[in-house]
């Protein structure tokens, strides 16, 4: 091949090559304008944010009355000295919500309250080490290996809380995935006491799993000092129905102009009224109606989203 060939081979090439990245460029800046078009939901139907978004924040809390009283005995267990409590619901009832109200509700003055989220299988010694972690201790567990010795780092550090004024509140979120030696442990944390009180108060948050696990005869000890067991159950039709006008409300929009009032009874019968799933269809109808352009939430979208 002449040299002449060679460099109009190559300029074909270049030219081929300089063709297909200008066209990928392209290809990128339309689909980044496309998914920028997608902020303009929020304003499309009046809101300031997304009223049905998966983060936990506790300004969307709604007060069902069952709800709202759960809320309260939890935190009147840990204002009576409670040793042990448990709310039980299923996943996406609400649970973990009720934690981060109680986490920003409870006095700090008074109560130094951390919250240990379980993964499955945890063990006793990955149990004790997170709470420990939480509490920021990890410098006392170098070299640590033994149960014991994480115990009673514990209680030192729980006994100088109480001689400053202040008692340690543990929210378990996810309970159900502890191990059963990890829950003997938590019989023997809910055990640090002075005669006239107890000195730690501990809140399980779990599903209804847990509640038949319990049951069995090994866990009686542990089950005979849970002073208060309260289940979360979904929202009735009622209470999900201003449930989704209260998160709209908050987010800065009118409910009365984003859904027609019998799109209510379809959500309800598809979700049963459990938060999650409240949450999670109407955060897809908004996305349909949306790149559809439609202002106002129907049934007929609502089933396309089925």
Avoid: W
């Avoid at 009355?65 to 299923?90: D, F, T």
């Amino acid at each position: 091949m002449s040299n002449s060939s060679i460099e109009d081979f190559s300029h074909l090439f270049l030219s081929s090559e300089r063709r297909q990245e200008a066209q990928g460029k392209s290809a990128v800046a339309t689909l980044d304008k496309e998914a920028l078009s997608t902020l303009d939901l929020l304003s499309f139907f009046g809101l300031t944010e997304n009223p049905f978004g998966d983060a936990v924040n506790t300004k969307y809390f709604f007060k069902a009355k069952a709800h709202y009283a759960i809320y309260q005995k939890m935190k009147m267990s840990v204002e009576q000295n409670i040793s042990l409590a448990l709310v039980c619901g299923q996943s996406g009832s609400g649970k973990t919500l009720i934690t981060q109200l109680l986490l920003m509700t409870l006095d700090q003055e008074k109560y130094q309250t951390i919250v240990v989220l379980v993964s499955p299988g945890m063990t006793k010694s990955a149990l004790l080490k997170e709470i420990l972690l939480e509490l920021e201790l990890g410098q006392l567990l170098k070299n640590v290996t033994q149960t014991y010795d994480m115990i009673r780092i514990l209680q030192d550090y729980v006994i100088g809380l109480y001689q400053k004024g202040k008692r340690l509140v543990i929210m378990i979120d996810e309970a159900h995935f502890l191990e059963a030696s990890s829950l003997h442990i938590l019989r023997t944390i809910s055990n640090i006491e002075l005669p006239e009180m107890k000195l730690v108060s501990i809140l399980l948050f779990t599903e209804e799993i847990f509640l038949r696990r319990i049951k069995h005869e090994s866990y009686n000890s542990l089950r005979n000092r849970m002073y208060v067991q309260e289940e979360l159950l979904p929202f009735d039709f009622a209470e999900m129905k201003e449930y989704i006008r209260f998160r709209i409300r908050t987010a800065g929009g009118d409910p009365d102009k984003m859904f027609e009032p019998d799109t209510y009874q379809v959500i309800y019968t598809a979700t049963a009224g459990l938060a999650r799933e409240v949450n999670n269809l109407c955060f897809n109808a908004l996305t349909e109606a949306y790149l559809g352009k439609q202002k106002v939430i129907t049934n007929k979208l609502l089933l396309n989203c089925l």
